[in-house]
């Protein structure tokens, strides 16, 4: 190939590829808000359900800012790969402050990541729990997205909770799923670090 075809073929790749980077960048802005606000939507629905008495879910610089120190203490404790990652004041229709709504995270479950909200009251009591992510076998982990597991956390008020495989949980443990132990583990270790945070992190 000459030099004058070399350049040619260059300049249409050249042409080609900025092309479909315009291409991609404004399908990219098309799409970027209408997937923020199905976002903001699914986790609206899932702190509702994780805390039922309460109208609106406000972030609190405070509460944020100790987000940081608080994974830092969640790295050195026995939870295993667990972090917060964010928090909310779970508030009533009146402006009364009811508890919080927690997100957080283990990477320790069966398919990678489990991510959970956890409603917990100022006294401690777990309001609920739903799931923003898990990625585990159908059949087995994704049972944890059943209330037959789930709903276990509801009024639980422990500083941490454990897993049984005996069938008989006590106020402080949690009935592993049959032949998923490690999704119950993760899900309830994702629990304890929101747990840590209410009881150690808030000033």
Same mark, same amino acid.
Request: proline share 2%; hydrophobic share 40%.
């Given at each position: 190939?000459?030099?004058?075809?070399?350049?040619?073929?260059?300049?249409?790749?050249?042409?080609?590829?900025?092309?479909?980077?315009?291409?991609?960048?404004?399908?990219? =802005?098309?799409?970027?808000?209408?997937?923020?606000?199905?976002?903001?939507?699914?986790?609206?629905?899932?702190?509702?359900?994780?805390?039922?008495?309460?109208?609106?879910?406000?972030?609190?610089?405070?509460?944020?800012?100790?987000?940081?120190?608080?994974?830092?203490?969640?790295?050195?404790?026995?939870?295993?790969?667990?972090?917060?990652?964010?928090?909310?004041?779970?508030?009533?229709?009146?402006?009364? =402050?009811?508890?919080?709504?927690?997100?957080?995270?283990?990477?320790?479950?069966?398919?990678?990541?489990?991510?959970?909200?956890?409603?917990?009251?100022?006294?401690?009591?777990?309001?609920?729990?739903?799931?923003?992510?898990?990625?585990?076998?159908?059949?087995?982990?994704?049972?944890?997205?059943?209330?037959?597991?789930?709903?276990?956390?509801?009024?639980?008020?422990?500083?941490?909770?454990?897993?049984?495989?005996?069938?008989?949980?006590?106020?402080?443990?949690?009935?592993?799923?049959?032949?998923?132990?490690?999704?119950?583990?993760?899900?309830?270790?994702?629990?304890?670090?929101?747990?840590?945070?209410?009881?150690?992190?808030?000033?």
């Amino acid at each position: 190939m000459n030099k004058a075809g070399f350049m040619k073929d260059a300049l249409i790749l050249f042409v080609i590829t900025l092309v479909s980077g315009c291409l991609l960048g404004g399908v990219y =802005q098309v799409t970027k808000e209408p997937i923020e606000k199905a976002t903001i939507a699914a986790n609206n629905k899932a702190y509702k359900a994780v805390f039922n008495e309460a109208e609106s879910f406000d972030p609190d610089d405070a509460l944020t800012a100790a987000v940081e120190g608080c994974n830092a203490d969640l790295a050195g404790m026995d939870f295993g790969g667990v972090k917060v990652e964010n928090v909310l004041k779970a508030v009533d229709g009146s402006g009364n =402050q009811l508890g919080y709504v927690i997100t957080s995270l283990s990477n320790d479950s069966y398919g990678g990541a489990v991510k959970v909200s956890v409603g917990i009251k100022e006294d401690g009591t777990i309001t609920g729990i739903e799931f923003l992510e898990i990625n585990d076998t159908p059949g087995l982990g994704l049972k944890a997205k059943e209330p037959k597991f789930k709903d276990q956390f509801i009024g639980k008020n422990a500083e941490s909770l454990s897993v049984t495989k005996m069938g008989n949980a006590d106020d402080t443990q949690i009935n592993a799923i049959s032949g998923a132990t490690i999704t119950s583990s993760a899900t309830t270790n994702a629990v304890n670090a929101a747990l840590y945070y209410l009881h150690n992190c808030i000033k």
